[in-house]
């Protein structure tokens, strides 16, 4: 009697254990409006606490389905400041210089004045600006274990998106945004597919790829590509270069 008893405990213990191991091992269903929270927090956060930086970026255009050759380039050191905006510096340029006129000079006059104080705020991917949902399950990019939000805004701009967003799933950092613009810029574009891609750099997370496709009858398909190397981030007096735990929400 007394070896069936304990034959009897031994095999609960074993159930028990096999039941919390399977619980440790399932992942744990993300509450949608902590998460979109978290992406609200992320954001004010890196906003809270950069004065500004500079960063390198090269403009390459590219048309029909040539992506190795480009018509038109620019490399321009860009600076960001806080109280002021944006404003460019041209290191080089080679190609057409039509393309680059009326190509290239209107995307950085349009990135100056979406980011000029008072404008800046209604570009943010925050809930006030994007109505959001939470898709099922998880996805990695870039060794990342990332949720992934539908996002639709709330007005419509060139440069606001209709897709979808890949944030951290540790501090809801965005990783890669992904849609189409939800306005064309001008009545002969037709329509944009965008994606961005954004890296850790100094705690914060900053863009390191762009990519925006187009097509037209007149002008047939365009691509334009940005690479961002280089940053030099200026942090606000007192801020810390690396988010605390608690905006680190789990």
């Avoid at 979406?114 to 705020?121: A, D, F, K, L, S």
């Avoid at 701009?157 to 809801?172: E, R, S, T």
């Avoid at 705690?203 to 590509?225: I, N, P």
Wanted: hydrophobic letters at 40%; aromatic letters at 8%.
């Amino acid at each position: 009697m007394i070896k069936f008893e304990r034959i009897l405990h031994l095999r609960s213990a074993v159930v028990l254990v096999s039941v919390l191991a399977a619980t440790q091992a399932a992942p744990q269903t993300p509450n949608a409006t902590a998460v979109i929270r978290g992406i609200d927090q992320a954001v004010h956060y890196r906003v809270d606490h950069i004065a500004g930086y500079t960063v390198t970026e090269r403009y390459a255009v590219f048309r029909g389905n040539d992506e190795k050759n480009s018509v038109a380039a620019m490399t321009v050191m860009t600076t960001y400041r806080r109280d002021t905006g944006k404003s460019y510096t041209i290191l080089s340029q080679s190609g057409s210089s039509i393309i680059r006129k009326f190509g290239l000079d209107p995307i950085l006059e349009r990135e100056k004045e979406i980011n000029e104080p008072g404008n800046v705020q209604h570009a943010w991917i925050t809930s006030a600006n994007y109505d959001m949902t939470l898709k099922p399950g998880m996805q990695t990019l870039d060794g990342r274990a990332c949720y992934v939000l539908s996002i639709n805004p709330k007005e419509k701009a060139p440069n606001l998106i209709i897709g979808a967003i890949w944030v951290d799933a540790k501090d809801y950092t965005i990783v890669r945004l992904e849609g189409v613009a939800s306005k064309a810029p001008s009545i002969f574009a037709g329509t944009t597919h965008m994606m961005r891609q954004y890296a850790d750099i100094d705690g914060f997370s900053m863009a390191t790829h762009a990519r925006a496709e187009s097509s037209t009858f007149l002008y047939g398909k365009t691509v334009v590509t940005i690479d961002y190397a280089g940053y030099h981030i200026d942090l606000r007096q007192g801020a810390s270069a690396r988010a605390p735990a608690s905006h680190k929400m789990q």
